[in-house]
C-alpha cells in the first residue's frame, strides 16, 4: 500500500535503465545466427534499433519476430525486421503517468528523453510494476539486482578513453 500511496510522487527517472546500460542494434546490422545469438544472451526481449547513435531510435526490435524469420531466405537487417513505432516519455513524468500511457498505448516499451529530447534511458512496463508493488520481479536473465549501481560503476568504459579529462 505504501508504495502504491507514493507511487505519484515518483519520476520516471528514478526508475529507469540508465543510457549507459542500453543494449541496442544498429538499422543496419544483419541478423544471421551471430547477431541472433548476441541478442538473446542479453536476457532482453526487446532493443532499440538506432541510426547512428541512441539519440536517433527509429524503431524497436522484438526478440519474438526473430523467430519467423525464414531460415531458408537471405538475413535480414534490423531495419526491416524492427516495429517503427517508438514510444517517447520524458524524464521528468510521474509514475502513473508512465503506467496510463503504457495501458493506452499497449507497448511496453518507452524511450526516456529529457527536455531536450536526448535518450537518457529506457521505461519498461515492469520496471512501473515492480515500483508500484515494490517487489523485484525476478526472471531467469536477470544477473544483476539494480542495474542503476552496475551504471554507477561504468562496466562498459563509456566516455573513457585513455587521454581522458574530466572538467
Not at 500511496?5 to 528514478?14: G, N, P, R
Not at 529506457?122 to 525476478?138: P, Q, R, Y
Not at 552496475?150 to 574530466?166: E, I, K
Given at each position: 500500500?505504501?508504495?502504491?500511496?507514493?507511487?505519484?510522487?515518483?519520476?520516471?527517472?528514478?526508475?529507469?535503465?540508465?543510457?549507459?546500460?542500453?543494449d541496442t542494434i544498429d538499422k543496419r546490422e544483419m541478423l544471421g545466427p551471430l547477431v541472433l545469438d548476441d541478442l538473446h544472451k542479453?536476457?532482453?526481449?526487446?532493443?532499440?534499433?538506432?541510426?547512428?547513435?541512441?539519440?536517433?531510435?527509429?524503431?524497436?526490435?522484438?526478440?519474438?519476430?526473430?523467430?519467423?524469420?525464414?531460415?531458408?531466405?537471405?538475413?535480414?537487417t534490423a531495419e526491416k525486421a524492427m516495429e517503427p513505432r517508438v514510444f517517447y516519455i520524458r524524464e521528468d513524468q510521474t509514475l502513473?503517468?508512465?503506467?496510463?500511457?503504457?495501458?493506452?498505448?499497449?507497448?511496453?516499451?518507452?524511450?526516456?528523453?529529457?527536455?531536450?529530447?536526448?535518450?537518457?534511458?529506457?521505461?519498461?512496463?515492469?520496471?512501473?510494476?515492480?515500483?508500484?508493488?515494490?517487489?523485484?520481479?525476478?526472471?531467469?536473465?536477470?544477473?544483476?539486482?539494480?542495474?542503476?549501481?552496475?551504471?554507477?560503476?561504468?562496466?562498459?568504459?563509456?566516455?573513457?578513453?585513455?587521454?581522458?579529462?574530466?572538467?
Open positions: 500500500i505504501r508504495h502504491g500511496l507514493q507511487f505519484d510522487d515518483i519520476e520516471v527517472s528514478a526508475i529507469m535503465t540508465p543510457a549507459s546500460m542500453i542479453t536476457g532482453h526481449n526487446r532493443f532499440p534499433v538506432i541510426d547512428q547513435d541512441l539519440n536517433h531510435v527509429i524503431g524497436i526490435l522484438h526478440i519474438r519476430d526473430l523467430l519467423v524469420l525464414d531460415p531458408g531466405k537471405r538475413t535480414t502513473g503517468h508512465a503506467l496510463s500511457a503504457f495501458l493506452r498505448t499497449h507497448h511496453h516499451l518507452f524511450v526516456v528523453v529529457n527536455e531536450f529530447r536526448e535518450t537518457v534511458g529506457l521505461l519498461s512496463l515492469e520496471d512501473v510494476i515492480e515500483a508500484l508493488t515494490g517487489h523485484k520481479i525476478v526472471d531467469e536473465f536477470d544477473a544483476h539486482d539494480d542495474l542503476r549501481q552496475v551504471a554507477a560503476h561504468n562496466p562498459r568504459g563509456n566516455n573513457h578513453p585513455p587521454q581522458h579529462t574530466d572538467v
